[in-house]
T-cell receptor
Framework: AQSVTQPDIHITVSEGASLELRCNYS??????LFWYVQSPGQGLQLLLK??????LVQGIKGFEAEFKRSQSSFNLRKPSVHWSDAAEYFC?????????????FGKGTKLSVIP | DAGVTQSPTHLIKTRGQHVTLRCSPI?????VSWYQQVLGQGPQFIFQ???????GRGNFPDRFSARQFPNYSSELNVNALLLGDSALYLC?????????????FGEGSRLTVL
């Protein structure tokens, strides 16, 4: 079974500073990897996804993530954070096959931005 | 095009009652999945339906059930509500059921059990 670990429960950065949110996964094969963002009281919005190919993927809102197979990691980065990026971020792994498809999510990292 | 829509957005129930949550997928999407998100946690998989058949089930008790209709919309039912069922229930739709890909989530139904 797959699993996801987001080691940081809460991160605070200043507006304009760079950001890196960590994600480690456990899965036997090459997984499908996702980062979602959730604003308070809202559903999940997809930031970016990795299925195969180039290990550096670009997403919406200036986010990017790098898949590192050797480290089982899929860290999310942004070079300059905006106050509107304050939200909760979830990393997820998807494992197709076996007759169904489901995502396994980490517990999330809450991002606070200091003006 | 409309995204995934869920209803109701908020509801309050008491212990022992029953609740029905509804979801309409994105047009053309045939797979609907349900997730439970307890406060402070990531979403947890409950069910996946495709072409009206259950294709996957998470580690939830039999009090949880779901179905999918011919128009691909779906209902999640929870019987004998417990305080611990208080959560945001998210519906997600996707084009297929098995080959992976992106899930598109609705904004959820927030259930409070008193």
């Amino acid at each position: 079974a797959q699993s996801v670990t987001q080691p940081d429960i809460h991160i605070t950065v200043s507006e304009g500073a760079s950001l890196e949110l960590r994600c480690n996964y456990s899965y036997g094969a090459t997984p499908y990897l996702f980062w979602y963002v959730q604003s308070p009281g809202q559903g999940l919005q997809l930031l970016l996804k990795y299925f195969s190919g180039d290990t550096l993927v670009q997403g919406i809102k200036g986010f990017e993530a790098e898949f590192k197979r050797s480290q089982s990691s899929f860290n999310l980065r942004k070079p300059s954070v905006h106050w509107s990026d304050a939200a909760e971020y979830f990393c997820a792994v998807g494992a197709p096959g076996a007759g169904s498809y489901q995502l396994t999510f980490g517990k999330g990292t809450k991002l606070s931005v200091i003006p | 095009d409309a995204g995934v829509t869920q209803s109701p957005t908020h509801l309050i129930k008491t212990r022992g009652q029953h609740v029905t949550l509804r979801c309409s997928p994105i047009s053309g999407h045939k797979s609907v999945s349900w997730y439970q998100q307890v406060l402070g946690q990531g979403p947890q998989f409950i069910f996946q339906y495709y072409e009206k058949e259950e294709r996957g089930r998470g580690n939830f008790p039999d009090r949880f059930s779901a179905r999918q209709f011919p128009n691909y919309s779906s209902e999640l039912n929870v019987n004998a509500l417990l305080l611990g069922d208080s959560a945001l229930y998210l519906c997600a739709s996707s084009l297929n059921f098995d080959r992976g890909g992106e899930l598109f989530f609705g904004e959820g139904s927030r259930l409070t059990v008193l």
